[in-house]
T-cell receptor
Framework: GDSVTQMEGPVTLSEEAFLTINCTYT??????LFWYVQYPGEGLQLLLK?????DKGSNKGFEATYRKETTSFHLEKGSVQVSDSAVYFC???????????FGTGTSLTVIP | DAGITQSPRYKITETGRQVTLMCHQT?????MFWYRQDLGHGLRLIYY???????DKGEVPDGYVVSRSKTENFPLTLESATRSQTSVYFC????????????FGPGTRLLVL
């Protein structure tokens, strides 16, 4: 069935370091792909999304490219800040089943 | 400009009791969802609703009941709570199909003793 696999955490980086969080998916078809972020004590909020192959989603310096050939949607940021400390979730949705599938989340801590 | 709210934010109950978690959204979004978040599992869909009076099961529906008599409300009921239902519950909504961005509430932390 459809599923999302993302890299295990936690991840600890120094401020201004480069970030990559890997996400791969399994889907019978062409899902939309999402990255959500959860700050401590809050609900999830959309970070970026891509709806078709080769699309690049970007927001707040984060980027991810929908790679159909490798079934991946890796999240990257060139220079992380302390305020980026959060849990990041990769997700997919697939028409027409109206279901969302989330990865297990990757906790990121950025230290000054 | 309340968006999507959940109540209560924290709840402690005992095994066997009935518990209802409330979710309310002010956007008139068609779709609403209930998820549970557990360590090592991420978020798992419990139930969703495409419109008032239309609900469907998600990945982990057993032990839960939902209703949607009004577009803006989507309560989740645990008919007889079990310890395995200790979790953080998130409600979400989206404007049209499930492929659209989902907007999440702040969550309800439930402890079943």
């Amino acid at each position: 069935g459809d599923s999302v696999t993302q890299m295990e955490g936690p991840v600890t980086l120094s401020e201004e370091a480069f970030l990559t969080i890997n996400c791969t998916y399994t889907a019978t078809g062409y899902p939309s792909l999402f990255w959500y972020v959860q700050y401590p004590g809050e609900g999830l909020q959309l970070l970026l999304k891509a709806t078709k192959a080769d699309d690049k989603g970007s927001n707040k310096g984060f980027e991810a490219t929908y790679r159909k050939e490798t079934t991946s949607f890796h999240l990257e940021k060139g220079s992380v800040q302390v305020s980026d400390s959060a849990v990041y979730f990769c997700a997919l949705s697939f028409r027409p089943r109206n279901q969302f599938y989330f990865g297990t989340g990757t906790s990121l801590t950025v230290i000054p | 400009d309340a968006g999507i709210t959940q109540s209560p934010r924290y709840k402690i109950t005992e095994t066997g009791r009935q518990v209802t978690l409330m979710c309310h959204q002010t956007w008139s979004h068609s779709y609403m969802f209930w998820y549970r978040q557990d360590l090592g599992h991420g978020l798992r869909l419990i139930y969703y609703s495409a419109a008032a009076d239309i609900t469907d099961k998600g990945e982990v529906p057993d032990g839960y009941v939902v209703s949607r008599s009004k577009t803006e409300n989507f309560p989740l009921t645990l008919e007889s709570a079990t310890r395995s239902q200790t979790s953080v519950y998130f409600c979400a909504s989206s404007e049209s199909t499930a492929q659209e961005t989902q907007y999440f509430g702040p969550g309800t932390r439930l402890l079943v003793l």
